[in-house]
């Protein structure tokens, strides 16, 4: 990757205020030697973002993030995922996700949306894309309500704002702190 895509993939997938720093700090490495190990690039990272001292999070990352959802296709599988499981849902089942970083939850909560009826796209998007009602099917479940985001009403969302995990389970489970968890129930 260049210096400006890394940059991107940093900033993007791992919301990393420092990512053309540290993809300039990358490319500039790089050069010199292949970085083969993680150990180096996070030792990269720390001395591109120069923090010093103990972290709470280690500053590499959101980099080690960046990278893991870029080469797994974390997002796009998520994507996929989804209106598949929806699909296989019968009529009172239900889909319940658990994510952990706010990338996946933002995926999560507005395919949700989607599948609930909801618009997604821009509000000038949504005025052009409605879809003519159909006045011959019986039934508006699957029904597509935007032709451009496929919004479609076949859920009911069950939980308006994700569930959190409480102080308890934190501190019984201190990975359980950045779990979201949505639901939805298939009409």
Known sequence: MTEGELADLIFEYGE???ARKIARAVVR???REPITTTERLAAIVVRALRVPGRWRIHPATRTFQALRIAV???LEALNLLIPYAISTLEAGGRLA???FHSL???VVKRSFL???GRCVCSAETAMRGFAE???KQASVVDEIVCIRCCARSRVRILTRKPVRASEQEVNRNPRSRSARLRV????
């Open 72 to 74: 797994n296709g974390e």
């Open 104 to 106: 996946e939850d933002r």
């Open 133 to 135: 009602p159909r006045k």
């Open 184 to 187: 939805c129930e298939r009409l």
């Open 97 to 99: 996700i658990i994510s």
């Open 114 to 116: 989607r599948e609930s």
């Open 16 to 18: 990393d205020r420092g």
């Open 29 to 31: 490495e790089r050069q």
